[in-house]
């Protein structure tokens, strides 16, 4: 069993600036995939961004909407994976979700993550 738990969310005005943390236990954490996930009011929950495990050379993969402005990284040696958030909008407001993948290389597809935190509201105000 893997556990999730995220934290670092909360309120900021837009063009701020939020870093997203989600620790993770249960598992040999730097073999997998990890990704972060959103889901505004209303909407499916979508892709952000992902990086991959050992076996996947570190590759990383965005969202086209968050592209230049989100930083995806990881810290083996913690069991910790960060989602750097700049410049952040108004429709960047939802929940974030940290997910675990069942392989080690980067996935857009939700279906890809078996386990999955339990969010953390981000609220940009214009």
């Known amino acids: 069993q893997v556990q999730l738990v995220e934290s670092g969310g909360g309120l900021v005005q837009a063009g701020g600036s939020l870093r997203l943390s989600c620790a993770a236990s249960g598992r040999t954490f730097s073999s997998y995939a990890m990704g972060w996930f959103r889901q505004a009011p209303g909407e499916e929950r979508e892709f952000v961004a992902a990086?991959?495990?050992?076996?996947?050379?570190?590759?990383?993969n965005y969202a086209d909407s968050v592209k230049g402005r989100f930083t995806i990284s990881r810290d083996n040696a913690k069991n910790t994976v960060y989602l750097q958030m700049n410049s952040l909008k108004p429709e960047d407001t939802a929940v974030y979700y940290c997910?675990?993948?069942?392989?080690?290389?980067?996935?857009?597809?939700?279906?890809?993550?078996?386990?999955w935190g339990q969010g953390t509201q981000v609220t940009v105000s214009s």
């Open positions: 997910a675990a993948s069942r392989y080690y290389l980067v996935s857009t597809r939700r279906y890809d993550y078996n386990y």
């Open positions: 990086i991959g495990g050992s076996g996947g050379g570190g590759r990383t």
